[in-house]
Structures are given as C-alpha cells and as structure tokens.
C-alpha cells in the first residue's frame, strides 16, 4: 500500500497526513469544504459527496480509504466500496452513525448504556420521557458532535431537537474517560491508556494521563473497548467514550476514528494513534502504543489561540496548530500536550 485515501480534511485527517507520511505513505483527502489537512496532504480533492465522477477518481488514485468523519453519506460510500476497500468497514460506521443503532448494538453486545428510547418526532417525546424520566439528555441520532444537536431535559417544557432523535436517561458520573484502541487486519489489539476526560459546554476540555482510577477500572475499560472492536472484526483505531459509576462502565459512545481524546498519544507513547491507524489500515503491524509520559492534553478552542506566544515559551509543552484560519467560539483550533511526569 503506498496512498490512504482519507474523507475528511479536518485536523484529525490532516495529523493522519502527518503519521502516514513519516511512514513513507502519501494520503489524498476527498473533503467538501475548507480542509486544514490540504496543507500536508500528496492531494486533496474538493467536491460534494453527491460528485460521483470526483468520488471515482479519488478511490482509483489510492489503495485503500479511510475516514476522519463518520456522518459520510451511503450512496458515497456504496460507491467508494465497489472501488477500494474502506477500513474501518462499513459496519463500523453504520453502528456509530446512528445514537440509537450505536446504543442498541452496545446492549445486544452485553454492554451498558444509559437508559434509551427512540424518539422518531416531536409527537413521540412526552411518552418517551414518561418512559426514561427526568433529568435527561435529548440528542439527534445522526450528526451530532461537541454537544450539538442536544436538548437537556429538566422540569420545565421540553425543546425538540428537529429531527429524529434519542432521550437518553442523565448518568451521574462521577468521571468521564476513554479508551482509544487499535486493532488490525490480522486481528492484533493495542490498546492506549484510558485518559479522564473533562468537558465544557459539550466540548472536550483536557484529557489527563494516567486517568488516577484503580486498576480494575482502567482494566474493566480496555476490556469494553476490545469487546467493541472484536464485535465489529474492527480494522483502525476506535474510540470509546466511558461514564464511571458506583455501578460499574457505561458506554457514552463510540468513534469509528482516531479521536480527540487520544491527542495526548503524541507526547506519550512511541506510537500514536495517528500512525497505529495509518498501519492498521495499511495492513501494517501496530506499533508500541505503551506509554512512557504522563500527558495533560489541553484543546486551544476559539480564543484560547492567544495564548500560543505564552504557550510556546513554555517547557514540557507540545503546541499542535490546525492552520484553521478564523478563531470562532467553540471551534478546535489546536492543542497543547503537557508533559507532567
Ligand atoms: P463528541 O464531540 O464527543 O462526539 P457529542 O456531541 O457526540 O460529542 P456526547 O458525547 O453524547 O456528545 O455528549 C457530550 C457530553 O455531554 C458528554 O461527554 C457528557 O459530558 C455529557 N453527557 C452526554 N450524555 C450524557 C448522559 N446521558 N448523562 C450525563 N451526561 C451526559
Ligand atoms: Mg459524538
Ligand atoms: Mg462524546
């Protein structure tokens, strides 16, 4: 294999450019709108999922195709797959497109999620909620990401999202972490340390390395995760996202992708999970995704790009910039790994 097609040319797809080209492999991005990957990817290819004489170019020109996104549209992807083989498969991305596919495989997999009920219309929600109570967490099934496209539920009248969604029962957690696994074509698992995950607003705030929860927990979660990827003969780097309870794990969701809360790998580990994706998809061996750091990830978000200057005078610290240009509110434009120990 020498060229990985990507979908998507977002940060995530631009540090998968990064990883594959340090292997000596070249990436090509199919992304329909601004890609920050362009600057370090062999080619981009600017065109709508519906361009299906752009989509035929972009699978002949490479090996094989990954993605950085999940929310590609089917007849894309029917199309792509007739091409090129796609890795994680298309299962994997059907399971984790979908809130309620995604929750509903978890359990039939024997693991747990937060209470759920199918809320298909506005019409259907007052049953729903008589059914998983209050609080709870409105959210669509498809396309939701960093809090969007969720509606918290508490005394007052409930808000609709606008489209087919979930209402998921509110787990009070005493923690948030996640488990970024790897797993490749010959079935070889590497797992990276479950980080503690705080968020704002939504959005993912830092991730902390060593997480600090006993070891049957941190064990318990790799476990979780590795039944995931198993259950879906996974091929690439998975993401699993945990509420800790008094009651043991519960699944929160599941990313078919490198993922944000992994940043961290790049400071702490030989490999990180940009290149254990990059191998696994190129049917390389995995590498050593031990880790040999303890890592404060930090996301620099909208106005937080001020403070690079401060940033880049300090020592243990590694700044990664997307080369996004304008800073709005709540938009990931880069962030910093903190060496700690
Ligand atoms: P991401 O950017 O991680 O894909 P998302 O938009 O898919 O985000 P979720 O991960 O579902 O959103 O939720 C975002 C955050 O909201 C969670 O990390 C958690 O802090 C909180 N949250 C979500 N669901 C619940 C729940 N059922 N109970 C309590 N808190 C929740
Ligand atoms: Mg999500
Ligand atoms: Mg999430």
Redesign the pocket.
Known sequence: IRTIGILGGGQLGRMLSVAASRLGLRCHIFEPGAAPAGDVAWHVTTASYEDEDALRAFAESVDVITYEFENVPTSALDLLESLRPIRPSRRALAVSQDRLTEKTFLNEIGLAT?PFADVPDEAALPEAIEAIGRPS?L?TRRM?????G?VRIGDGPAEWTGAPSVL????N?SA?ISVIIARGADGQVSAFDPGLNV?ES?I?RTTTVPCGLPGKATTDAVLVAARIANALDYVGVLGV?LFVTPDGLIV??I?PRVHNSGHWTQAGCAVDQFEQHIRAVAGLPLGDGKRYADVVMENLIGDDIARVPQLMASSGVQLHLYGKGEARPGRKMGHVNRIVG
Do not use: C, M, T
Not at 144 to 148: I, M, N, R
Not at 168 to 171: L, N, T
């Open positions: 937060a967490i959210k939701g990401y960093d809090g969007k969720q998921e029962g509110f787990v957690f948030e968020h939504g993912l996202e929160n969701e990313a």
